[in-house]
C-alpha cells in the first residue's frame, strides 16, 4: 500500500546517535520537511511541555500529539502543552505526520506526532546516560570576538537511568 503522507519515522537508533541539543528527541521533528520552528530555545529542555509546540506545518502551529495512541495534550491556563515528556532514553519511535494525514488525526491542522515508549519484557534492562557540555569545549562566537567580550560560561550537565523489566512475570511489564 501507499501513502501520500508527509511525514518522518525518527526510531530509537536515530535518537541514540543524532546529536540532541538539550537531551529532548522532539527537536528532531525539524528534520521532517515542511516543518519550521519558531518557539523559543530556552523551553527546549525535556521537562518543558511546550518544547514541541513550536513547530510550525504551513505556517500554523500547535500540532496534535500521542502517546502510545492517546492524546498528550493538556491545557495549562488555558494554553495547550504536552502532557508528559518523557526522556529521550525512553522513546522507541515517533513519527511526525506534516501534511496529508489521515481522519485518525485530523483534529489538528498544524501535523501529527505520534510517540511509542519503550515497553518491558520477561528480562530486566537498564541504561543509564551521563552527558556533558562545557564551556572548555567550546569557542567564542564571531560577534563576541569582534566585541572583545569573554566567551560567555556554559555549563549543561544530564543524567539519568531506566530500568524495564517484569513487574509479574509473563503478565504484566
Known amino acids: 500500500t501507499g501513502t501520500g503522507t508527509l511525514s518522518q519515522l525518527i526510531d530509537s537508533t536515530l535518537i541514540t546517535q543524532l546529536p ?18 519558531e518557539g523559543g ?11 514541541l509546540f513550536g513547530e510550525r506545518v504551513g505556517g500554523v502551529g500547535r500540532s496534535g500529539v500521542t502517546l502510545d495512541g ?8 488555558g494554553t495547550p502543552a504536552m502532557g508528559i515528556s518523557p526522556p529521550a532514553e525512553a522513546i522507541q519511535e515517533f513519527k511526525f505526520e506534516a501534511a496529508a494525514y489521515d481522519a485518525q488525526v485530523g483534529h489538528t491542522g498544524a501535523g ?23 564551556d572548555s569545549r567550546s569557542a567564542n562566537d564571531f ?17 539519568g537511568a531506566t530500568v524495564s523489566g517484569p513487574v509479574f512475570k509473563n503478565k504484566t511489564f
Not at 541539543?21 to 520552528?37: I, M, N
Not at 530555545?41 to 518544547?51: C, E, I
Open 70 to 77: 492517546s492524546s498528550n495534550v493538556v491545557n495549562v491556563s
Open 112 to 134: 501529527a506526532l505520534d510517540l511509542a515508549l519503550k515497553s518491558g519484557g520477561n528480562d530486566f534492562h537498564a541504561s543509564a546516560y551521563y552527558f556533558n557540555r562545557d
Open 20 to 37: 540532541l541539543g538539550d537531551g529532548t528527541a522532539y527537536s528532531l521533528a525539524r528534520l521532517v520537511p515542511g516543518t519550521t520552528f
Open 143 to 159: 560577534a563576541s570576538n569582534k566585541a572583545g567580550l569573554a566567551k560567555a560560561p556554559r555549563n549543561y550537565y544530564r543524567f
Open 41 to 51: 530555545y530556552a523551553l527546549q529542555r525535556p521537562m518543558d511541555n511546550g518544547n
